[in-house]
């Protein structure tokens, strides 16, 4: 049997939901999926829907005679190539970090030999308890892989860690893990930049602007998905490096150009990231005091521009680069326009006048290359970049 399987634990929290929408993606990728619902996650999500998602039996029951002359628990626990918990409720990871085993889940956790991924989802106050806090460490200290918390509002109306990662993020975090038969993309290796640069003033100020990182972190997780080996060659934010992904940490566009230059050759680079334009001609050794003479002037240089570079003629050309701009008007003539100063190959453009783009987790983006436009519909800036990631895989294959 050459498909690759995920035993797929479903605890009880209202974040039980996204299991549903993940066990989707993983049927979608061709990933056979075996629920376990525990008694809790019954409560959130019918084992009908659960079954129906991830076409096969839903187990519940550790003492159940059917599900036991079916498949014993322990032959359950060992029928995966990886466990996935999700949602992994303060209960399941308490349990799983003590070496508890009452229930189905607990026991499979147990018994089994093969990586497990949690993704917790819990109310703020009961993640940040350091008895979750000391689980965690336990757990992580076993090898268990956690994807989450994500920080925001929650179903209990507080706001902060506890929220579960969304089914994007942890199927590319279960895909990084699975290995077994390769994805489109094996053997490639893709060069992305992300995030914005910061380009020292003295030796406390910088130049730099809002980008997240977002949809370059994104795009570097979609690729690693499909296979490839990713080089994310990323400016100061706060997001971690996908998983199966290698981050290089850079600061200014003159180091960024200079780790992109010795991560090729590379078969796609990908420049996502908001470079500053200019940086200061002169850094300041100390830093820049008030006088009496007047605010100081700052004389500004152009910065080296990475995707032009690595767009122009050469044996380290990549075969594919792709641009974005980021507009705020005439978005596809400016992309027509950027493709061809550039030298790339695509430009995904996007409005970033538009509510909730720049630094937001949607995007609404062109596709411009030579042969013309194609609109893509406003989503997750993760579904743009599976969209995004597919096409490049259709193109290098
Ligand atoms: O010229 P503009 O900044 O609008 O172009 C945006 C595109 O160029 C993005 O793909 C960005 O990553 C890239 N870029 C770059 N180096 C620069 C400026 C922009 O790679 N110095």
């Not at 079916?70 to 799983?96: F, N």
């Not at 579960?164 to 992305?192: N, S, T, W």
């Not at 420049?271 to 008030?290: G, L, P, S, T, Y």
């Not at 974005?324 to 596809?332: N, Q, V």
């Amino acid at each position: 049997m050459s498909e690759r399987r995920v035993l797929l634990i479903v605890g009880g929290g209202v974040a039980a939901y996204k299991a549903l929408e993940l066990a989707r993606l993983f049927r979608k990728a061709g990933v056979g999926v075996r629920p376990i619902l525990t008694a809790a996650g019954a409560e959130f999500v019918t084992p009908l829907s659960l079954a129906a998602l991830c076409e096969d039996k839903v187990y519940q029951d550790l003492f159940s005679l059917t599900d036991e002359a079916q498949m014993g628990h322990i032959e359950l626990s060992r029928s995966a190539d990886l466990i996935v918990v999700s949602p992994a409720t303060a209960d399941l990871m308490a349990k799983a970090a003590a070496g508890l085993a009452g229930d189905l889940a607990s026991t499979t956790l147990l018994a089994t030999d093969k990586p497990v991924l949690m993704a917790p989802a819990m109310n703020v106050r009961m993640w940040l308890h350091p008895a979750t806090q000391r689980n965690l460490a336990r757990l992580k200290a076993d090898g268990v892989a956690f994807v989450g918390p994500d920080e925001g509002a929650m179903a209990c109306g507080e706001f902060g860690p506890g929220r579960m990662a969304e089914p994007d993020a942890i199927f590319e975090a279960a895909m990084a893990r699975l290995g077994g038969p390769a994805g489109p993309l094996a053997g490639k290796h893709v060069l992305i930049t992300a995030g914005p640069t910061a380009e020292p003033i003295d030796p406390v100020r910088v130049i730099t602007n809002r980008s997240s990182g977002k949809q370059g972190y994104a795009i570097a997780g979609a690729l690693a998905a499909l296979g490839a080996r990713v080089t994310l060659v990323s400016g100061p934010v706060a997001l971690a490096a996908p998983p199966g992904v290698t981050r290089i940490d850079v600061e200014t566009a003159v180091e960024m150009l200079a780790a992109c230059k010795s991560a090729l050759p590379a078969d796609a680079a990908v420049c996502v990231a908001a470079v500053a334009d200019w940086r200061a001609d002169e850094v300041f050794k100390v830093k820049m005091k008030k006088s009496h003479e007047g605010p100081p002037t700052i004389r500004l240089v152009e910065n080296p521009d990475i995707l032009a570079t690595l767009s122009a003629r050469g044996a380290k050309r990549p075969k594919l680069v792709v641009g974005f701009a980021a507009e705020t008007s005439d978005l596809e003539a400016q992309a027509k326009a950027k493709l061809k100063k550039k030298g790339c190959d695509w430009i995904v453009a996007n409005d970033v006048s538009a509510d909730g783009i720049m630094g937001g987790d949607e995007n609404e983006v062109l596709l411009v290359d030579p042969q013309g436009t194609d609109r893509w519909p406003r989503a997750s800036k993760t579904e743009i970049a599976r969209r995004l990631a597919q096409r490049i895989a259709e193109d290098l294959a």
